[in-house]
């Protein structure tokens, strides 16, 4: 791998953070899909190294992720990305207090790569060890650095309990996070990922992979009303979403449109198909602010996390509806919405604090839902 293929990002970034000289400091591995990235983070809540090494030009031709292509991907990346990290900050590997990557779910090749990466590591210095749960990551990683619907700086760090909305490639649910580890599901998808929506019209459409941020960008300039899609689930009571059916209309328009499409079509069917994805989500939402579980947490901030949260449209509806029940609305930077080594890092630390740490041998998961934990 070139060392010109690998991004760096916000090395040596204060999130909010605070210099303490005695901040614990962990090494964060995540290599669950297609992804291979590492981050230093502190206990003050400082990204002190990231670099991400994306996969996606590799995959981009198959119009998806190949997982044998992406674990062959991750051996050849994984130790220049870890040496950079630590070279990022001029920290040795002695400097680090715990070590921790992502030990499912996710694509098992992968998986199995950064985690005996991270293994060896802890092997060789005798330094505490976190298998962190991929989802956990994304869950927890607003409480590293909190934003708003437009990026900006929230209004108030994220404490525990919240309502916590989880849209990414391969996972869609409500959770009611009371604690690290401590997971309880109000509602998830029966289907389709909401990622993998926007994923599978942008390839209907021809627009390239991943689709999200492309049908982002070009429901823009669209017109959210031309096309009719389903809004499936939302006249029933309950949490859970389905974005099959809104895929399958996807298709039937497809078929019947004439071709090739034109730039007004194709931006007037994102922006149409985005507003029923929205449409379903803040639904679903407004049913498990009224979960009496959740009524009885009674959680104060509503966060979207997962790279779907990337979505401009996701975050400012969600924004409003948290104004709208007099919740904060709280997302990840959008940096640190798709997958990344912060975010494991900072997991890492949040387990290490409560003393979740590894005593013994892990089997990676292919399969580790968070209400496992
Ligand atoms: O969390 P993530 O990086 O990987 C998984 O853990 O699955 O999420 C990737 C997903 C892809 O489906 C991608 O299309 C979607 O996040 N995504 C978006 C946007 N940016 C990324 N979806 C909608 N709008 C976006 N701006
Ligand atoms: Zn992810």
């Known amino acids: ?62 119009g998806g992720v190949v997982p044998e292509l992406a674990a062959r991907a991750h051996i050849l990346a994984i130790d220049t990305v870890v040496r950079q990290t630590l070279d990022a900050c001029g920290k040795k590997i002695d400097d680090i207090d715990v070590i921790a990557a992502t030990a499912g779910p996710g694509l098992i090749g992968g998986v199995l790569i950064g985690w005996m990466a991270a293994t060896g590591i802890a092997h060789a210095t005798g330094k505490p060890l976190v298998a962190v749960n991929h989802l956990e990551g994304h869950a927890l990683v607003p409480r590293l650095h909190a934003a708003d619907a437009a990026g900006g700086d929230a209004a108030c760090a994220v404490d525990f309990p919240y309502l916590l909305m989880l849209a990414s490639g391969g996972h869609c649910q409500i959770l009611l996070v009371r604690g690290v580890g401590q997971y309880e599901q109000i509602g998830q998808t029966l289907d389709d990922s909401a990622g993998e929506a926007f994923d599978k019209v942008a390839k209907m459409l021809g627009l390239g992979y991943p689709g999200g ?66 449409d379903c989500i803040v639904n679903r939402l407004g049913h498990a602010m009224d979960d009496k579980r959740v009524r009885a947490a009674a959680p104060k901030t509503l966060v979207v996390a997962g790279g779907v949260a990337k979505n401009s449209a996701i975050r400012a509806a969600m924004g409003k509806l948290a ?51």
């Open 213 to 278: 941020p492309i049908v982002d960008s070009r429901a823009r300039a669209g017109n959210p009303e031309r096309f009719k899609f389903p809004r499936p689930l939302c006249d029933k009571p309950g949490c859970d979403f389905s974005f099959s059916g809104i895929k399958t209309a996807a298709r039937v328009m497809l078929d019947k449109a004439p071709t090739p499409y034109t730039e007004e079509f194709v931006n007037d069917f994102c922006a149409s198909f985005q507003s029923a994805v929205v």
């Open 1 to 62: 791998m070139t060392e010109e293929k690998i991004i760096k990002l916000n090395m040596g970034t204060l999130y909010g953070g605070s210099n303490d000289d005695r901040a614990t400091l962990c090494l964060g591995i995540e290599s669950s899909c297609d992804e291979t990235s590492a981050a230093i983070v502190d206990s003050n809540r400082n990204i002190l190294a990231h670099i991400i090494y994306s996969q996606i030009p590799e995959h981009q031709k198959y």
């Open 323 to 373: 104004a709208a029940n007099n919740m904060v609305f709280a997302a990840p930077p959008l940096s640190l919405c798709t997958d990344n080594g912060a975010m494991i890092a900072w997991a890492g630390l949040e387990n290490y604090r409560v003393g979740r740490v590894v005593d013994g041998p892990v089997a990676p998961r292919p399969r580790w839902p968070l209400t496992e934990l």
